[in-house]
């Protein structure tokens, strides 16, 4: 069906009328000059078919290196060396005069043995469908028969056709229905092998066979030179002709413009509208056309970026830049000329005409004495690469916290628990010495180390994330003046420390404890930057900030304007730029191996951070460093200055204590502790066994201290079975662990180890004195 709708759309192109106007133009003007002159028509109609035959030639000939059509190359070749036949056909007609010749009917001898070599040419045109032609030796080969036909004819070997007063010979007529025959199985041959021809040719060809075999067998009754057979059959011919011709130029020239016309708007329009920027540039940086894409990406039109200077300027402002990338372009356009390959992909940093700067992949394909570029714009996943890498610097921090958090949290249990019996020790050594001041003084040293240990470790905790941290409202202004006391021993006699405060009340809610931490670290840091500096100095500085809109806007965790601004600063050998983004990561350090932990500034961070506040670092290598350090202000809460220190800690009444702990020297320590408060004690060293002697003194037991890890049995299970035994049981716990973690667990902690006397003296007094106003 397919192969049938082709044929019929040729034959429908075939009966256009612009196929047949330039035969039948030429036809009827021929017709009419015959009636004037006939050789005039004779050499005119032969003169056209002689130029068609050329043409045919010359169309398959330069057109063959890109078609690649054996079969109308074959036409063309055979149809050149039928051309020059015919040429001598015509010079020697009857009356032309040009060549002389005894002969009366040469001229119809080459007639002959031309349209026998013209059926010949048809029948054999198929077989070149499906074959390759050797071009010169088909050439050489045509060449070869009418040098042979035109030694034969002018010879004298080749057979009489015509016989001036008697007509044509026996052999010139059957000759024409020879060649009527050899032409029939031509077109027989040629429908055969239709499949093979292009679209739309089998119509013309078809067509053309036809009309030669109607000039044929209108030559059969040729009798004059001049009669009018010899006029139809050569009017026959040359639509023969045409037709031939034209589906040669169709074929070999209109259709495969049209196809590169589409082909050319096809790629324009692909160009145009590509999804990527895209521009024709010269070898000398000229931006000769430019896609959509390019427009929409830049800004600038094509009238804008027409020239090397004007887009040179546009895209690179700045001229340090500019010249950098004229000159890699150029190296890339030499080294691609010279390797013979594309132009290297290069970034870089563009210019948009709104100002902004996008980071652009740059290649190009050669294309002649031009360049294809492609610009690809990149800012998007390079951005997405930093926050990519920014989430991945994230999450390995994530992971350092973990770690410190887990090796924190695992000792801080045994830990707390020695400094309590360490603590507990130190007490009662302490009331045994107090007639010696000097020993209880040193003991006093050593019982707050044992809790500024401790509080480290909470610190430790908090910083890691896996502790919690008791917040009071204080005023930074004595809080300044009692670091900068403490600071002092600290720091070399050689380094100014400079203090200034305003005289405002800066309230803050907080540790005090964790911000002593904070500010020392920063003292000492800064103590470690002036080595090698004269006249070094720290600065510490305390004033009222009010926060403004971009301000709150970069640090979104602020929640309030007042702020108190603490700042440290130092004029020491100042932070290089590589080391500042990794300032505050843990384990970062600067500092030589064994001198930094890199936890400093890392643990500073989160501890401001958890009072709701930021820290800003600002410093440049070579010449100092300053700590900028913003805490929320509070107004209106009353700070709680009242201490019991001279009051002592408050002293039991006799009531019965069940002490439970797996330590046995911390149980001990705790229970001549709770005896020198003027308790009575009992002891357990886990939960089945505190179940056991709270079910035998039940009545007597006043309150039980229950620890909440213990072997066999832990604090909590015990805990809810002595409560089922007696539901006014009173119950408190203690516990090396933090306080936040144990209520996430829903225990209930009071006491934390380590404690001291007082802690520990005021708790079992409120709670007894509570359950007592209860009854």
Known sequence: ??????????????????????????????????????????TLAELFTIIVGVLMFVVAVYTHSLSRESFLMYLGIGYFWIAVLDMVHAFL????????????????????????????????????LTRKIHSTGAFLAYGAIASITCIAIMGGYFPVSYIEGVGLTEFKITSEYIICFILFLA??????????????LFPFLST?????????????????????????????????????????????????????????????????????????????????????????????THEEISTVEKWYQLAYPDEEYRQWAINVWNSDIQIAAELGQDIK?????????????????????????????????????????????????????????????????????????????????????????????????????????????SEMIQQMLLFARKGSVEMIPFSLTPFIKEIAKVCEPLISESIKLSIHSCSDDLTVKGSATQLQQVVMNLINNAKDALGNIDAPEIKLSLERFEADEDFLSKYSNLDCTLLAHLIVSDNGMGI?????????????????????????????????????????????????????????????????????????????????????????VLLNTSKDLIKSLGYKVLTASNGVEAIDIFTSNSSEIALTIMDVVMPEMGGTEASKQIKAISPEANIIFSSGYDKGEMAENGTSIVLSKPYSIDQLA??????????????
């Open 93 to 128: 007609y009857k009356g032309m005069g040009i060549v002389v010749s005894d002969v009366a009917d040469h001229f119809i001898q080459f007639w002959i043995a031309n349209r026998y070599i013209e059926s010949l040419l048809l029948i054999t045109a198929p077989l070149f």
């Open 576 to 664: 290089s730029e590589k080391d500042k983004p990794h300032i505050f990561d843990p384990f970062y350090t600067t500092k030589e191996a064994g001198k930094g932990t890199g936890l400093g500034l890392a643990m500073c961070h989160g501890s401001i951070q958890s009072h709701g506040g930021v820290i800003e670092l600002d410093s440049v290598d070579g010449d100092g460093t300053t700590f900028h350090i913003y805490l929320p202000l509070i107004e209106g809460e009353e700070i709680d200055t009242s201490s019991t220190d001279s009051l002592g800690p408050p002293l039991g009444n006799g009531e019965l204590i069940l002490l439970v702990d797996d330590n046995e």
């Open 762 to 775: 005021n708790t079992l007094a409120r709670y007894l004195l509570d359950k007592e106003g209860d009854n």
């Open 1 to 42: 069906m397919a192969e049938r709708k082709k044929i019929f759309e040729g034959f429908a192109i075939l009966l256009n009328w612009e196929v047949w106007i330039v035969p039948i133009v030429l036809s009827t003007a021929l017709i009419v000059v015959s009636f004037y002159n006939y050789l005039l028509f004779h």
């Open 187 to 200: 077109l027989v041959n040629l429908y055969k092998t239709r499949q093979h021809l292009k679209p739309n």
């Open 345 to 453: 992909s290069r970034e870089y940093k563009v210019t948009c005409k709104n100002g902004d700067v996008r980071i652009m992949e740059i290649s190009g394909v050669t294309v002649g004495d031009h360049i294809l570029a492609t610009f690809t714009d990149l800012t998007e996943r390079k951005n997405a690469e930093a926050a990519l890498r920014i989430s991945d610097e994230k999450f390995r921090q994530a992971q350092k916290m973990e770690a410190l958090g887990t090796l924190v949290g695992g000792i801080s249990h045994d830990f707390n628990n020695m400094l309590a019996g360490m603590t507990g020790n130190l007490y009662l050594a302490r009331k045994k010495a107090e007639s010696i001041p000097d020993v209880v003084n040193r003991i006093k040293l050593v019982e707050k180390l044992s809790f500024q240990a």
């Open 208 to 300: 053309a066979i036809v009309l030669t075999i109607f000039a044929e067998l209108a030559f059969t009754s040729y009798i004059s030179a001049y009669g009018p057979a010899n006029l139809i059959g050569h009017i026959f011919k040359l639509f023969s002709f045409w037709l031939i011709l034209y589906s040669i130029i169709r074929l070999n020239m209109q259709e495969p413009f049209k196809d590169l016309v589409e082909s050319e708007n096809r790629f324009r329009k692909l160009v145009k509208e590509m999804p990527l920027s895209l521009g024709y540039v010269s070898k000398s940086g000229v931006i000769e056309d430019i896609n959509d894409r390019f427009k929409k990406t830049f800004g600038y």
